[in-house]
Structure formats: structure tokens, C-alpha cells
């Protein structure tokens, strides 16, 4: 994330990783405030085994772009709200990325944060039938939530 304040939302990220039992790191690394360490990480993520990279960042939100920039692991970037403009200034930053260095870009906030997980959950499970099977899991619990959602409003019927 670009920034430690990025936390409240990108731990909705971290909390879905930890369910599927996925490593993970979490870490600032400002595009704007420190570029040579932003830069040293996306060049040695291939090697040190990243399959991609969540990348959360508010305001002109660049962290997402400069880390797709530098590396070919795929950036999953997330929008994080900022204070005057709610966020929807990161989502443009992120998402108008130029013809060639893609960004796959989600939600703004933490909606966002949680979907990128489970992409990242999704590629990984690709190649790993337990995870494969843990996702097939979670969405039959989102179904029931879901269905039973109709069954308690009949409960608030007169």
C-alpha cells in the first residue's frame, strides 16, 4: 500500500488471504515518497515468488501503475477513498492505465480490497485443488447467506 493509513482498507484484502491460508506480505512502499524502494520491489518480486501483487493506494493513487510498470507479475490495484474525493480520483488514476502496462483494477475501498483477494485466491487456485475447492467452499456459504436472506425477511412477515 502507498501509505500505512491505506491499512484500514487493504486489511479486508489481508483477512481474506489469511482465510484461504494464502501467504502474503503487507507492506508501504509510496510510489511518490520512496520511488528506488517502490522500484526494487516490483523488479524483485518475480524472483522472490510473488504470483501478483494487491497493490491499495488513495489520492493520485499511482503505486498500482508504477509497481505494473517494473515488473510482469500482475498488479490487482485497489482504490482506497480519500478524504475530498471519496476515492473516485484513485479509481481513474488506477484504471486509465496506457495500452501495454495493465493494471486489473477493482472497487473503491474495501469492497475492493476483499475482490482483489479473491482474484488473487482465484489465479492462485488455478494450480491448486485444494484452494480450488476451499474457493468452491466460500461461494456455496455466500449462496446460503444470500438465500437466507429472503427466508428472514418472510420471518418479519405479519
Known amino acids: 500500500m502507498g501509505s500505512s493509513s491505506d491499512w484500514d482498507v487493504m486489511r479486508h484484502a489481508a483477512d481474506i488471504l489469511t482465510e484461504f491460508g494464502v501467504p502474503f506480505e503487507a507492506k508501504v512502499v509510496s510510489a511518490h515518497r520512496m520511488p528506488d524502494d517502490m522500484f526494487a520491489y516490483a523488479e524483485a518480486a518475480r524472483k522472490r515468488g510473488l504470483v501478483a501483487i494487491i497493490a491499495g493506494a488513495g489520492g493520485a493513487a499511482h503505486l498500482p501503475g508504477m509497481l505494473a510498470a517494473k515488473t510482469t507479475v500482475p498488479v490487482l490495484g485497489v482504490p482506497v477513498p480519500s478524504k475530498h474525493l471519496q476515492g ?20 473503491i475501498g474495501t469492497s475492493g480490497a476483499g475482490n482483489a483477494a479473491l482474484f488473487a485466491v482465484a489465479m492462485l487456485a488455478q494450480n491448486d485443488t485444494g484452494l480450488r475447492d476451499a474457493l468452491d467452499a466460500f461461494r456455496a456459504r455466500q449462496t446460503e447467506v444470500a438465500r437466507n436472506m429472503t427466508q428472514d425477511l418472510s420471518l418479519d412477515a405479519p
Open 88 to 107: 473516485v480520483d484513485s479509481l481513474h488514476s488506477i484504471v486509465q492505465m496506457p495500452k501495454g502496462i495493465p493494471v486489473a483494477t477493482f472497487a
